[in-house]
């Protein structure tokens, strides 16, 4: 899939402990992954199924449907060319039609402006490129992806604790301070192995009941919407709250002058 890739912003001095640290995960947190692969299957005569069943299946699972979907999906998938092509497409729709969920491009901003804040991203986006592909999915937003001060891309085999610790650890963080964003109960483990303050989506790849009643999340760090989430992050932060957060594009960036 993925091979390791990193982007560090070279500007970026060393951190303190007074600075703030925030890790996004990218497909499910910060970007509508779950129709951007449903319109890429489609492109291939495949079908995932509605969002409901797609975030209570198991990972192995996510992409080869339910009963009914999994033999046609299954006969898709397998081959390498077949694969490549699938990838091929992924990185056509993500780069050019995902989007954002609402909130997530003026809240970025407004994280890349805090002069306080270390921000950034951990992805398994199995696309081509997923920097590049980041890159361009942001700019469509207008979110510049050379503000962020980190872009880190991992294989799906590489545990994200790692790198929650490497990152803060980079930039001397105090881990009372950091605070990691995702949508999946792994997402939760590693920010809490890591010793960072959890935020978790039920908005993307694993429901509110499958988070809270399967694996024993606090409903407290669970948000059921991506404005829910900004909304407690720019709290915790202490940042100014804004009507933009209600949109994802250019019009944010109107409504919050």
Do not use: W
């Amino acid at each position: 899939m993925t091979e390791y890739a990193e982007h560090v912003s070279p500007l970026a001095p060393p951190g303190s402990n007074r600075e703030r640290l925030v890790i996004f995960d990218a497909d499910g947190t910060l970007v509508d992954a779950f129709h951007a692969v449903e319109q890429a299957f489609s492109q291939h005569d495949m079908d995932i199924g509605d969002l409901g069943r797609f975030q209570k299946r198991r990972k192995l699972l996510k992409y080869l449907g339910g009963l009914k979907e999994f033999p046609k999906n299954l006969r898709r998938q397998f081959g390498k060319q077949n694969r490549k092509q699938l990838i091929h497409t992924l990185t056509d729709v993500f780069r050019g039609e995902a989007q954002l969920y609402p909130g997530m491009a003026c809240l970025l901003r407004q994280l890349i402006a805090a002069p306080d804040v270390r921000v950034g991203i951990v992805t398994r986006n199995i696309t081509r490129e997923p920097e590049e592909t980041m890159r361009q999915l942001l700019a469509r937003h207008d979110v510049d992806i050379a503000g962020l001060d980190f872009v880190t891309c991992i294989p799906l085999k590489d545990e994200k604790l790692i790198q929650f610790k490497r990152i803060r650890t980079q930039f001397g963080i105090n881990p009372a301070r950091a605070y990691a964003c995702g949508d999946e109960h792994r997402d939760y483990l590693a920010a809490i192995g890591a010793g960072m303050y959890p935020f978790v989506a039920s908005y993307g790849f694993e429901d509110h009941e499958r988070l809270h009643e399967g694996f024993n999340i606090p409903e407290e760090v669970i948000a059921r919407t991506s404005l829910e989430l900004a909304s407690r992050l720019v709290d915790v932060l202490g940042l100014a709250s804004t009507a933009a957060l209600r949109f994802s594009g250019p019009v944010a960036m109107a409504t919050a002058a």
